[in-house]
């Protein structure tokens, strides 16, 4: 296996990459709408994909939900592994703003800095920071 690449499926997909955008930063690429697609007909408007590339090696997958019966809802934990103390504690508080801390930032017996947030999705994201 080359690397593992998270595809999220989510409503208002186009608000939403934003919001990643604000939370992680990175940059918006390769966006294509369900637009003049046969099998996406009625769904017009709506992101068939886009990429949040954060990064050379951390890109985020992302569409907008084309079902009512797809989960909002899962047991799967997003890990990023953050560079600095400054930059889980600035994504923790973006994260943490419109969602649900599940556990508060905080020095773990590891030597890490960890926190899980549950964001305004119900994605849950689990903070890591291994200090030096």
Not at 84 to 106: C, R
Request: aromatic share 10%.
């Amino acid at each position: 296996m080359k690397k593992l690449v998270p595809h999220i499926r989510i409503e208002n997909c186009k608000e939403e990459v934003e919001y990643y955008q604000q939370v992680f930063g990175g940059e918006i690429k390769n966006t294509q709408l369900a637009d003049g697609i046969e099998m996406f007909k009625g769904h017009e408007g709506k992101y068939i994909h886009a990429e949040l590339h954060i990064n050379e090696e951390c890109i985020i997958n992302l569409a907008d939900v084309f079902s009512d019966e797809f989960p909002k809802d899962s047991n799967i934990l997003l890990g990023p592994d953050l560079e600095s103390e400054e930059e889980i504690t600035a994504i923790y508080h973006k994260l943490a703003e419109e969602g649900k801390v599940e556990m508060k930032l905080q020095d773990t017996f590891w030597g890490a800095k960890h926190a899980i947030v549950k964001d305004r999705n119900g994605i849950s994201w689990e903070l890591n920071y291994t200090k030096q």
